[in-house]
Antibody
Framework: EVQLEESGGGLVQPGGSLRLSCVVS????????MSWVRQAPGKGPEWVAG????????DYADSVKGRFTISRDNSKNTLYLQMNSLRAEDTALYFC????????????WGQGTLVTVSS | DIQMTQFPSSVSASVGDRVTITCRAS??????VTWYQQRPGKAPKVLIY???ILQSGVPSRFSGSGSGTDFTLTISTLQSEDSATYYC?????????FGPGTKVDLK
C-alpha cells in the first residue's frame, strides 16, 4: 500500500521559514518524479514544485520561485520543501504527490500538512 | 505558463441527469489533461487521464474527451455520490496547472 506522510507544517509569521518533509513507502520513490501541491482554504489545487528522479533538476510555480526549494533524499525515501520568505498567501494544506510523467496524473495524495502564515 | 479555464463554475443537477464540464487550455496541450474529483474534506482523486482514459476503479458513467485546447468531462447518469468539485489539470508542460474547478451539487 502506498503511503505518504507529510509533516513540518505549522503557524509561522510572515517572512519566516518552514521545512516540510514527506516520507513515502509502498512504491519505488527513487524512480518517481515527485511534486508538492498546495490547496488554500476554499480554493483549488496549485502545483508548487516538482523534482526529477536524480534530484538535480526541479521546476517551480512562478508564485514560489526564488523562495521555495524542493529536494529529495532517495536513500531515506523522503521529499522536502524548504519554504523561505513566507507570505500570507502561502497559507494552505501542502501535499506531496507522485507524478506519473507517462500518464500525466498526480496520484495518490496523502493527508497533507497545514501551513498557516499569520502574525 | 498554460492557463486552464473551466465552465460552468457550478452546476446543480438531479440524480440521473447528464452533466458536462468543459475545460479550455490557453494553448495546444494535445491530449494531456487529467480530471480529478474532490469531495469535501478529501484529497483529489484521479478520474480520467490523457483526456479520455478512465482510471482503474472509476465508474464507467464518467468519460472524458477532447484534444488540443478543448476538453470535456461527462457524467452520463449523475449519482448522489458524485456531488463534489471537479478539476482539470494540464500535463503538457511545467509548471503543471489546474483549472479553477466546477462544483456539482444535487438538486
Amino acid at each position: 500500500e502506498v503511503q505518504l506522510e507529510e509533516s513540518g507544517g505549522g503557524l509561522v509569521q510572515p517572512g519566516g521559514s518552514l521545512r516540510l518533509s514527506c516520507v513515502v513507502s509502498g512504491f519505488t520513490f527513487s524512480n518517481s518524479f515527485m511534486s508538492w501541491v498546495r490547496q488554500a482554504p476554499g480554493k483549488g489545487p496549485e502545483w508548487v514544485a516538482g523534482i526529477f528522479i536524480s534530484g538535480t533538476t526541479a521546476d517551480y510555480a512562478d508564485s514560489v520561485k526564488g523562495r521555495f526549494t524542493i529536494s529529495r533524499d532517495n536513500s531515506k525515501n523522503t521529499l522536502y520543501l524548504q519554504m523561505n520568505s513566507l507570505r500570507a498567501e502561502d497559507t494552505a494544506l501542502y501535499f506531496c504527490v507522485p507524478y506519473s510523467t507517462s500518464s500525466g496524473w498526480l496520484d495518490p495524495w496523502g493527508q497533507g500538512t497545514l501551513v498557516t502564515v499569520s502574525s | 505558463d498554460i492557463q486552464m479555464t473551466q465552465f460552468p463554475s457550478s452546476v446543480s443537477a438531479s440524480v440521473g441527469d447528464r452533466v458536462t464540464i468543459t475545460c479550455r487550455a490557453s494553448q495546444d496541450i494535445k491530449h494531456w489533461v487529467t480530471w480529478y474529483q474532490q469531495r469535501p474534506g478529501k484529497a483529489p482523486k484521479v478520474l480520467i487521464y490523457a483526456a479520455s482514459i478512465l482510471q482503474s476503479g472509476v465508474p464507467s458513467r464518467f468519460s472524458g474527451s477532447g484534444s488540443g485546447t478543448d476538453f470535456t468531462l461527462t457524467i452520463s447518469t449523475l449519482q448522489s455520490e458524485d456531488s463534489a468539485t471537479y478539476y482539470c489539470q494540464q500535463a503538457n508542460s511545467y509548471p503543471l496547472t489546474f483549472g479553477p474547478g466546477t462544483k456539482v451539487d444535487l438538486k
